[in-house]
């Protein structure tokens, strides 16, 4: 691949600028694999209207595609894990709506009519639709920091609804304008230490229940909620600690053993209900409930009562409604599509993010109608459904009518259910999503992403889930910001006996062309890089002419740049360019560019850059444009070649 | 570089781990590199502690560099320098304090203290320091929209004066902190139009003056503007409009000729002084500020009051002086910054931006203590300080000296000039800043960047100042995050007769390789995308083996992805590339990887990836990872070879 001759051109290949598009179908070309980048429309193609209609019917509706090819086999297996996850929707509904300071027969209300909507519009399988408890924690400080839900209970319940409204209006609205990438700016770092911060937020909530607390602060944050406990000594309740340490005991005890075996998943299942029936005919036989263990009393029976009227579209805590759905939704949102995405991938076959988009949005808006808070898809409660073996969404359905069965004839049987079991429900739960591991993880293989994970954590925890949440944001984002405003730039050397060039840091035995210096430039240049990529460049140049001078070599004679990591270019960057070719001719060297890619090669040539470096001193690898410029070296400049010299023009 | 048994591990070469790095080390390379990419304190190696000290001391006040240096030479070109650009600065200070809302003495108070400031801490031979126009009409329009400069003139003084301090306090701390990249994320294009549209406002403003009208609006958008002007059609008064019109063609005719022979720079430099001479002898001969012709009027005679004492701390007003001051400091910081690389660039010499960040902010504060407002280094006066041939900033002293006198004894000569002289001047300065010469050229190179131009035109034409900059600093961030966001993802052919993989589209003569598909990603694989990237990749695979089942071509084998474009990858994108690995085993493809760089083999490695993958399956080159796939291919499926992978596995 040597060519002796300078510039013959035959042997180097030439970095090509791609054929020119009309401006209107790059534009389109980008739009499409910014919005639409799984081609949604792919199957539409090239079919009669009226397969058409019932395509986009099932695009909407996915229960059209699979409802028809339904068996009696999916049937039985949907039964059973529809069963399972009612047995434990019921009481986690019930804990859930107490944590978001709504009456807990909400709870129940939200395990009913959002699944049904879901199965019909929803395309995971897997995914069981409920309420979250970080989401109810959200509803419960974002609205209880405007309204009081102990004294003004019906505004706060009907902002509660409005904040549903808009947390699935956003929802859609994302799905629909195929947005639904601004959930991705949540990185998985940010989303454990998020999730553990607000675990370990809602079992300190849950102190008030397990000590029989009567007051209990608002705040959130760690130290609040220490002094309050810590202040009341004397209220502690020792039958209601007793009571929940037990059960909590059993159902950590529950878990244990259906992690150890994954077949009796059942039984952690399954546990949550066993404790209620435990823990109510506890209270009912010994009239505990007198003798300070709080329960959870009357709840109305019936199905969900309409609440369309209740939307507070006037109240004048509208924008704190809309506030608390937006946030609430994304939360939510990302919570679901991760697991979505997750068992999809098990089972190998295909989510569209913005459809589920979609799908959570209408469920969300129908349920804000019909006297339900915010669901999305729950990981416990879809873990359970993936364990219990369902085949497709209609285990939601035989939720939601066991939820139905419940509510029309069962709720009495909930009367004398302490609050406690609750409480040690929803901690064992939390202490589920306090995935310590990943942290580890994290901190083994990027810290960067640790200290976003931990400031999350921390945020959250002893600031408030608003705080933790926007500083994981910002910083993920600074990150992305700083990967752009600060590309590295790496000297290549040649690896022995061969025609490539890599890294010097990454292999130590490459060895430097005499003359020569070979850069790579690691990201695109852009206005928010190009000084700093200006400075840094002479920096390199700087620092190589002195370690040639105090070591006697020859001189520096080229600069070569390895475009191949640079995928696109902006005025500002073609401007530094410049910049740096001026500079680099003023010291006398001269400027050879290696591999740019497509959007590059474009837009130099429109900047005239490439006629302002010579078109044959851009080329297609590193390796022709060392051996170009050692050809160049031997040709123009005849000075005392040195043996290295020599040895290198032959070399490549 | 074939190799016929798979495997033999001679001519292949591997993709080598860096070697590891102390966290602490590491730590410390990112925080140099990120905040001292310039390397600073290069200089201070190896020296002893005197020197040092007198180092240090130079790094602060440059002046005692270059100081004992200078020479009277040096001292001719710089005192031609400062008087010419003296001439500039006092009607154009005047003018800008007039557009600030402020008394016009300010404008003389502000080109004398602070330039004597930059000489002693300024790194720039060429920048000239003076007020500017946009900055100057931000601060009438931040601050006039909570304080009525007519009613309340003294309130309002001292709130800009606040609003300076504050100014100069953040640009300083920018550079303390050496945060100075922060300026760097308002792109060229984004200037251009910013620059464009508040030129535009700017002389819209001085529809005021010209006409000679008494009421305007207090709004800068066009709409506004256009209706104060034709809703009082009957107080235009010619005689003003006249006045105005001449001075604004000789102004402009002034700078056609020296915009043509750059050697007349000094007539377009002395014409501002010129007609303001003229304005004001015209005047006072005929008496014209009797008929209908505005004058400055009387001018205190005098050096700056100290205005420490006026400063603003505990006014109700605080915040709005403060984000005041934040923006405009930031606004003045661009342009100074941009106007010192600039020169520098010219006469090749270095500046160090958060050094100039540093002696801007000492300026502001120095003279929000002494009477002046916002300055910094207008693009305008110093390609004028340059143009008369300075060399130092001692021509900023000369400047200093000559406004000194200016004040102690000329100011009775600005008596009877005439206000509309002073909207010509600015009008003819404004003009110069509509580049529509470089939107053109954006819209030639980059569509996008002519849309954010375009973008920030608009928002502060017909919205306001600070809307356009916020339109256009969100577009900018918004395309970096979209190109993080949404990375292209291009299929690799191999160039006949090469070892040499590259874009199809790009060279469009490159070949498929049967059985494989290429695939180079052209960004570092963060959070943000990976969630796309393993959508996009699983629809590569999808296309390109519908591709070859219509056309009835072997099944594609394997997916080779080209890394060499990937900068790093956090823990999102390792968990991606693992789901990609179980998604394409479960198809019965093979995964590979060509390339991957120093970060990226660290993560992998410490993430086991590289064991789950097979360290064999990792590749330098694609070519390499080609020749391995086919060599696999040929030993371990004998199926119905075609002549096709006969060939490829002859030919690599």
Redesign the interface.
């Known amino acids: 691949m040597g060519n002796a001759d300078f510039m013959n051109g035959e042997s180097t290949?030439r970095a090509?600028v791609?054929?020119p598009q009309p401006?209107l179908k790059s534009?389109q070309n980008a739009v499409k694999?910014?919005l639409f980048?799984?081609?949604p429309l792919r199957q539409f193609k090239n079919q009669p209207p009226g397969r058409k209609l019932i395509l986009g019917l099932q695009y909407l509706f996915p229960i059209l595609e699979w409802g028809p090819r339904y068996s009696l086999d999916f049937f039985k297996s949907d039964l059973v894990s529809g069963i399972t996850i009612a047995s434990l929707a019921i009481p986690q509904g019930i804990s859930y709506a107490k944590l978001a300071n709504l009456p807990p027969i909400l709870g129940l209300y939200s395990s009913f009519v959002p699944p049904l909507v879901y199965a019909i519009m929803g395309s995971s399988r897997d995914l069981a639709v409920g309420t979250v408890a970080v989401a109810s924690l959200l509803t419960a400080s974002m609205l209880g920091r405007e309204v009081n839900a102990a004294e003004n209970p019906a505004l706060y319940l009907h902002l509660a609804f409005t904040a549903t409204f808009f947390a699935g209006i956003f929802e859609a609205a994302l799905g629909i304008v195929r947005l639904g990438?601004i959930v991705?700016?949540?990185?998985?770092?940010?989303i454990v230490g998020f999730m553990a911060g607000a675990a370990t937020v809602v079992c300190l909530q849950q102190l008030k229940a397990i000590l029989g607390l009567d007051h209990f602060t608002h705040e959130t944050d760690v130290v609040s909620v220490m002094r309050s406990v810590f202040s009341q000594t004397h209220q502690w309740r020792w039958e209601s600690a007793v009571l929940g340490g037990c059960f909590l005991f059993y159902l950590l005890l529950a878990r244990y053993f259906s992690k150890r075996k994954p077949w009796l998943f059942w039984i952690s299942a399954m546990a949550p209900l066993t404790t209620v029936i435990l823990g109510s005919l506890l209270v009912f036989l010994t009239h505990a409930e007198k003798h300070g263990v709080e329960v959870i009393g009357h709840l109305k029976k019936g199905l969900n009562p309409p609440s369309i009227m209740d939307l507070a579209f006037g109240s004048p805590f509208l924008s704190t409604a809309i506030k608390t759905g937006i946030v609430t939704g994304v939360i939510a949102l990302a919570e679901g599509i991760a697991v979505g995405?997750s068992f999809a991938?098990f089972k190998?076959y295909?989510i569209d993010?913005n459809k589920e988009m979609i799908a959570f949005g209408m469920m969300n808006i129908v349920g804000s109608c019909t006297s339900c808070y915010l669901t999305t898809g729950p990981f416990s409660r879809s873990a359970v459904n993936f364990n219990a073996g369902c085949k497709t969404a209609v285990s939601n359905i035989v939720m939601a009518f066991a939820v139905m069965l419940t509510l029309l004839f069962l709720t009495p049987l909930f009367h004398y259910t302490p609050i406690v079991v609750l409480a040690s429900i929803i901690i064992a739960a939390m202490l589920g999503l306090i995935d310590y591991e990943a942290a580890i993880?994290?901190w083994?293989?990027?810290?960067?992403?640790f200290f976003v994970c931990m400031s999350a954590y921390v945020g959250v925890v002893f600031g408030s889930v608003e705080i933790g949440l926007v500083i994981a944001v910002a910083l993920?984002?600074l990150?992305?910001?700083?990967?752009?405003?600060?590309?590295?730039t790496?000297a290549l050397g040649n690896?022995p006996d061969?025609n490539?060039y890599?890294?010097v840091?990454?292999?130590?035995d490459t060895r430097n062309v005499p003359g020569l210096l070979i850069l790579q430039i690691?990201?695109?240049i852009?206005?928010?890089?190009?000084?700093?990529l200006r400075?840094?460049l002479?920096?390199w140049i700087d620092e190589e002419e002195d370690k040639l001078k105090s070591s006697g070599d020859s001189n520096l004679q080229f600069l070569i740049l390895d475009m191949?990591?640079?995928?696109?270019v902006?005025?500002?960057g073609?401007?530094m360019l410049q910049?740096v070719k001026?500079?680099i001719d003023?010291r006398g060297l001269k400027l050879a560019l290696a591999?740019p890619?497509?959007e590059v090669?474009k837009?130099l040539n429109?900047?005239k850059f490439i006629e302002a470096i010579g078109q044959e001193w851009i080329f297609?690898?590193v390796g022709e444009a060392v051996g170009a410029c050692n050809s160049w070296l031997h040709t123009y400049k005849p000075k005392p070649a040195t043996d290295e010299t020599e040895k290198w023009s032959n070399n490549v």
Chains 1, 2 share one sequence.
């Open positions: 290949h090509a791609p054929p401006f534009l694999e910014t980048p799984d081609d990438f991705d700016f949540l990185s998985h770092a940010t995405r991938m190998n295909h993010g993880h994290l083994k293989v990027d810290k960067f992403d993920s984002l990150r992305v910001l700083l990967f752009i405003a600060r590309p590295r790496l690896i061969t490539i890599r890294n840091d990454q292999y130590p690691d990201a695109p852009y206005f928010a890089n190009s000084s700093y400075e840094r002479s920096r191949s990591a640079v995928g696109n902006d005025t500002s073609i401007s910049e001026k500079n003023r591999n890619g497509a090669m837009k429109k900047a297609l690898t």
